[in-house]
């Protein structure tokens, strides 16, 4: 049996006929920037989230560089956020000017907030928590903490689409949320694209003023911006996927129910609360033994699996150059352990238990 | 206020006959793109994928360059090729006060000031005022070669030689344009910074652009800086952004290219059929082509008269005349945090009140011109 890590392909063909419909419907109209099709995803979006304002950017990074200039952060500005996280958390971050002060992680792969406190100083502005795999992060702690000390909540939500904490969605909690429809997500479009939520409206005139070069209108420029849209094919697109997204979430968060049920005495499985939430796991990830081993043997095996992430941020080059060594042992720890298993909406139950066989029988072997 | 301004421009570009808009007209003959679609969905490679790369190289074949990289848009290509540079908050870039407003733009993203100079009666920056506006704290000229016709660029190299600047060209007009020698444009400067905006000549079907370069250090960097600063998935080496042409979109833009010389010739065609008709009325000032030059058209404009008069006249007889644009950069409310003020640059001010732009892309045919011409003797009679 071969399993892939994702399964593009098959998502295609069962989507085809509604997506070339589309591409020819917005084909013909001959409108492919800032048009009513990307008018209207915002206006699902916003439904679908009950968030005042949403809007299409050009990938997640770009969103959250504009964003950080919006939101008038200064160079030297400190934003709090976690090493474990794909790099672009702390790119745009560094980006945009201003300084990321990393904080270590709990076990659910989460930012701890008991570490955060002492973190803060006059130059702290915002703290940027990531929503790993779609696990939320402890929002309650970290709004008190936000409003104790003055700091603006960013919620770095490029994993985390339709998942509610309590009974709000995700990215709509902080005073603004940024999302990525990057093709690897489980809400996503056939491309690069991200999105931009928040309910305060000040801040959404002047993001959509920045993502289009500063444009009143055609004519007239008020701000210096940039150019940073979702394409209007692209959420074209995304106006389908928005439909099947809830069921996709459910199929995912059933396959992790019995990933969870049959590994838990095998390994650490991902720590999650059905009661505050209703995670989509854009990524099941267990920690194991003999992390690497189990990677190729599972390989061998025909299983594809990844790494969310390998080498954290802060041992990146990129890090090290510019702010030094620092120490994280639990992001360090769990570096070596973590391990992604093949989740996606096509995963049949039959592939589950192969995978599951496989596991159980490498630790028996071992 | 939630509409962007621009569905409404569609909607009243739609009533038009004659339309500045051709990309309906283009999507009828898709069938071989969406195979090449289907091929990317096969491959999984929904970003920087073996089409991207296929395109770079394509591209590179025909602006005759060393190297090019795909990235999210022309603005990006101006904003990575300034940062590549090192370009940063506290330098000064001289660029034309007469262009887009993302080449302004992507120099102040930068945290540099946008430092314009004004413009000669082709719209393109004027090389004789560049020298004057040079200080300690100058690090690039990014000139902009405006609706497809290469600046004196020899002279400008010159200049920049003499002061030590860096030449970043915006080219995102000006796909296949080259000078009296036969240099196309992107070869001139470090790099050349080109869009495929749907607009443009050489279009895509959504944002995209592309930077050429002959340098092999700017292009190393340029490919780490448009992808996270990634030299593999899991290696992050400087920070950077991510502004990468889209794989579906580098699947258009290849079949696309396959036409350029045909989209072209077309316009440049069309473009000597006007002037033939027009250079004999009065109120009318053609732009001057120079010897050798080759002009790419992605705009067709002239100097008029009653200028907006005319572009309501032409209007209402449904043809989609444009003013590319109104008003210089430097009299942009953006600009005010520079200190510019009305006066500061009196040519381009001029100009900006009696330039008008006449659909001339491959799709508009030999009566529609006749029509257009027939429409602004009818005016000026």
Redesign the interface.
């Given at each position: 049996m071969k399993i892939n890590f994702?399964n593009?392909?098959q998502e295609?063909k069962l989507l085809k006929k509604e997506l070339?419909k589309k591409?020819?419907h917005l084909?013909?109209?001959?409108?492919?920037?800032?048009?009513?099709e990307?008018?209207q995803f915002e206006?699902n979006i916003e439904n679908y989230l009950n968030v005042k304002h949403v809007v299409g950017v050009?990938?997640?990074?770009?969103g959250m560089?504009m964003l950080l200039k919006a939101l008038n952060f200064k160079?030297g500005d400190e934003i709090i956020t976690v090493s474990n996280s794909?790099?672009?958390t702390?790119?745009a971050i560094?980006?945009s000017?201003c300084k990321p002060i990393l904080v270590d992680i709990k076990n659910d792969l989460n930012i701890d907030p008991a570490l955060i406190e002492k973190k803060i100083s006059k130059k702290t502005k915002a703290i940027m928590p990531v929503h790993l795999s779609g696990i939320p992060a402890n929002l309650k702690a970290l709004k008190k903490i936000c409003k104790k000390h003055k700091l603006i909540l960013l919620e770095d939500a490029a994993h985390a689409f339709g998942i509610k904490y309590y009974n709000q969605y995700l990215g709509t909690i902080g005073k603004v949320g940024v999302f990525s429809l990057?093709?690897r997500k489980s809400f996503h479009v056939?491309?690069?694209g991200g999105l931009i939520v928040t309910n305060d409206t000040k801040l959404y005139?002047k993001i959509?003023l920045m993502r289009?070069?500063?444009?009143?209108?055609?004519?007239?420029?008020?701000?210096?911006?940039?150019?940073?849209?979702l394409?209007?094919?692209?959420a074209g697109f995304g106006n389908l996927m928005l439909k099947k997204i809830d069921k996709w979430n459910k199929i995912q968060l059933n396959i992790a129910k019995h990933y969870s049920r049959n590994l838990k005495n095998l390994v650490e499985i991902p720590e999650y609360d059905l009661n505050i939430s209703n995670p989509s796991f854009h990524q099941y990830i267990i920690k194991v033994k003999y992390r690497n081993k189990l990677k190729n043997y599972l390989k061998k095996n025909g299983i594809d699996t990844a790494?969310h992430?390998?080498?954290p941020?802060h041992r990146?080059?990129?890090?090290k150059?510019?702010y030094g060594t620092i120490k994280l042992p639990k992001t360090e720890f769990y570096s070596n352990k973590i391990l992604s298993l093949p989740i996606n909406p096509y995963l049949k139950k039959r592939e589950v238990d192969f995978i599951i066989k496989k596991i159980k029988q490498f630790y028996n072997e071992s | 206020m939630k509409k962007n301004f621009l569905i409404r421009q569609y909607l009243s570009d739609k009533k038009m006959s004659i339309r500045h808009n051709y990309l309906s007209e283009q999507f009828q003959n898709s069938k071989k793109i969406f195979n090449l679609i289907d091929d990317v969905v096969k491959f999984n490679d929904f970003t920087l994928g073996r089409y991207v790369e296929k395109f770079e190289k394509e591209f590179c074949k025909y602006q005759k360059t060393k190297y090019a990289i795909g990235v999210g848009s022309g603005t990006d290509a101006i904003f990575l090729s300034l940062k590549a540079l090192g370009i940063k908050e506290g330098d000064e870039v001289l660029t034309p006060t007469y262009s887009f407003y993302a080449t302004a733009g992507a120099i102040a993203t930068t945290g540099a000031k946008p430092v314009f100079v004004d413009v000669k009666n082709d719209l393109n920056i004027d090389e004789n005022k560049i020298e004057q506006k040079i200080t300690k704290k100058t690090k690039a000229i990014v000139p902009v070669h405006w609706s497809g016709r290469v600046c004196e660029m020899e002279k400008i190299l010159k200049i920049a030689k003499k002061y030590g600047l860096f030449v970043v060209e915006d080219a995102c007009h000006a796909i296949l344009a080259h000078d009296d020698n036969k240099k196309f444009a992107g070869n001139f400067g470090v790099t050349g910074c080109f869009s495929m905006h749907p607009l443009k000549n050489l279009n895509v079907w959504g944002d995209g652009g592309i930077i050429t370069t002959n340098n092999k250090k700017i292009y190393e960097k340029l490919k780490l800086l448009r992808n996270h600063g990634l030299e593999s998935r899991d290696n992050c080496k400087i920070y950077g952004y991510n502004s990468r042409l889209d794989t579906i979109q580098a699947a258009v833009g290849l079949e696309m290219i396959k036409k350029i010389n045909l989209i072209t010739n077309k316009r440049i065609s069309n473009a000597k059929y006007l002037n033939s008709k027009l250079k004999n009325i009065d109120e009318i000032k053609l732009i001057h082509e120079q010897k050798n030059y080759k002009s790419v058209f992605h705009l067709y404009q002239f100097f008029c008269k009653k200028r907006n008069a005319l572009n309501s006249f032409l209007r209402k007889n449904k043809i989609d005349s444009k003013i590319h644009y109104p008003k210089p950069l430097h009299l942009h409310k953006a600009a005010k945090k520079f200190w510019y003020k009305k006066g500061d640059f009196p040519f381009a001010e001029n100009l900006s009140r009696q330039v008008i732009s006449i659909p001339i892309h491959e799709f508009i045919k030999k009566k529609d011109l006749d029509f257009i011409i027939k429409k602004v003797l009818e005016f000026y009679n």
């Open positions: 994702t593009f392909p295609f070339i591409f020819v084909g013909n109209k001959g409108e492919y920037v800032l048009g009513n990307l008018y206006k050009g990938n997640w990074t770009e560089i160079k794909f790099i672009a702390c790119g560094v980006m000017g990057h093709p056939f491309g690069d005139k959509m289009n070069h500063g444009l009143k209108n055609r004519n007239e420029s008020l701000i210096w911006g940039t150019n940073s849209r394409d209007n094919l692209q790494i992430y390998p080498i941020i990146q080059k990129a890090f150059k510019q | -």
